[in-house]
């Protein structure tokens, strides 16, 4: 089925551990977004990639490198995690511009990630 | 202030009952997303508009331009409605990023 596979679903780590959240869409969509969600927040941009070699900041990417491998993947990678680094990621893609009769963004199942 | 604020935060209905979900905006957003969380955790996009209203099944989204404003119904509401239901707004010049408000966490009791 199309759509966007994240991968793991859950995580958990030790402070200083490094682990890379692996993301793929077989939409053929060009941008490419990473996300957390925090209770009481809301959803935050971490990274994103508008095209396909292009990535850029976005909300809070202290602490989080991403790579965009090709059109369909996109990682996350913590490479020192911190307890502050706890939350629900989300990989999310959509066209590069949402058109007006189409839904725009699809998104991953989700990792909860624990650093204890 | 949050460029997207959502009210309520939280909402109980009975089974039957027609829901309103509000959202605001902030000048600058040229088009408003409704997203829907379900208890197990996934994210559903429902409607992106920029105008006027969409209906699918028993949800209609509707914005207002002028004022703003954009809400999120549900006619017959259903156990199966609740969920958690986001409004994001995405700017012209910033792509297809979105900007979420913090979500309505809905229950439909039987």
């Known amino acids: 089925n199309a759509g966007v596979t994240q991968t793991p679903k859950f995580q958990v780590l030790k402070t200083g551990q490094s682990m890379t959240l692996q993301c793929a869409q077989d939409?053929?969509?060009?941008?490419m977004y990473w996300y957390r969600q925090d209770p009481g927040m809301g959803l935050r941009l971490i990274y994103y990639s508008a095209s396909e070699g292009t990535t850029d900041k976005g909300e809070v990417p202290n602490g989080y490198n991403v790579s965009r491998l090709n059109k369909r993947e996109f990682s996350l990678r913590l490479e020192s995690a911190a307890p502050s680094q706890t939350s629900v990621y989300f990989c999310?893609?959509?066209?590069?511009?949402?058109?007006?009769?189409?839904?725009?963004?699809?998104f991953g199942s989700g990792t909860r990630l624990t650093v204890v | 202030k949050n460029e997207v604020e959502q009210s309520p935060q939280n909402l109980t209905a009975q089974e039957g009952e027609f829901i309103t979900i509000n959202c605001s905006y902030s000048v600058g957003i040229s088009a408003l997303h409704w997203l829907q969380q379900h208890p197990g955790g996934g994210i559903v996009s429902l409607f992106m508009?920029?105008?006027g209203k969409k209906k699918h099944g028993r949800l209609i989204a509707t914005i207002n331009i002028q004022e703003k404003h954009s809400s999120l119904h549900i006619t017959a509401s259903h156990p199966r409605d609740s969920a958690v239901y986001i409004c994001?707004?995405?700017?012209?010049?910033?792509?297809?990023?979105?900007?979420f408000g913090e979500g309505t966490q809905l229950t439909v009791n039987p």
């Open positions: 994001a707004g995405s700017k012209e010049t910033s792509g297809s990023r979105l900007t």
């Open positions: 508009l920029s105008s």
């Open positions: 939409m053929n969509h060009n941008s």
């Open positions: 999310a893609s959509s066209p590069i511009r949402t058109g007006h009769n189409n839904y725009g963004y699809t």
